[in-house]
């Protein structure tokens, strides 16, 4: 009975152990948890377009993962200062989606095996601090939390307004992609059209 209890008790200890050991302090430039729940992620980690850029000028282990995709990088724009490039989502041009006037959108099933191999190559591992980067923060941002929490990533950022921003509700520039993000709260010089192979996604 005695032994028992004892390996119950050991069990139970290394378990409260292990749990721990996945516990995340929130770095100081987190913010507050998107209003949406739909935006939530199993880390429950968020942080802004602006805080990101004034964390990683601070901290040169946290690593930028940019989830948009190559026709974003190259005609929208995007930053260098993202380590990693890779599509969270990949969109099928031969077929739109029912519920929003756009092409449908399907997960990109190489996301983590290729994420990791990045990672290999940055020497990173899974208690480094990453920040996922999609256009506002929502559609694409999302899943690659969920996927990365599957794989034991818990450090993981969502960046609430990504690199565009939201949409200007009102006034001249309405609709318009101007609510703060990358692109609006950043200097300027951190961001451009001319690709990179040297962190940009090549399809393979």
């Known amino acids: ?19 721990a050991s996945f516990a995340v302090e929130a770095s100081k430039w987190a913010t507050e948890a998107p209003a949406k729940a739909e935006r939530h992620t199993p880390q429950g980690l968020y942080i802004t377009a602006e805080n990101t850029y004034k964390w990683m000028k601070e901290d040169d282990s ?6 948009r995709t190559p026709a974003e990088w190259q005609f929208v724009g995007y930053t260098p200062m993202a380590q990693i490039m890779i599509p969270s989502v990949l969109f099928k041009y031969n077929e739109v989606d029912t519920k929003k006037p756009r092409y ?15 990672l290999f190559d940055l020497g990173a591992d899974k208690n480094t601090p990453f920040v ?9 941002a999302q899943p690659a939390a969920k996927m990365l929490d599957q794989y034991g990533y818990k450090n993981v950022y969502i960046m609430t307004d990504g690199f565009e921003g939201g ?28 690709i990179d192979t040297k962190n940009a996604y090549l399809e393979k």
């Not at 996922?132 to 929502?138: D, F, L, Y």
């Open 132 to 140: 996922v980067m999609c256009r506002s923060g929502a559609t694409r």
């Open 62 to 67: 946290v690593i930028l993962v940019d989830v």
């Open 1 to 19: 009975m005695k032994k028992t209890l004892l390996l119950a008790s050991t069990l139970a200890a290394t378990f409260a152990f292990s749990s």
């Open 104 to 118: 449908k959108s399907i997960i990109n099933e190489k996301f983590i095996s290729e994420f990791e191999e990045k």
């Open 167 to 194: 949409k200007v509700k009102k006034g001249e520039h309405k609709q318009w992609r101007m609510k703060a993000g990358w692109k609006v709260n950043n200097p300027v010089d951190t961001w451009t059209y001319k």
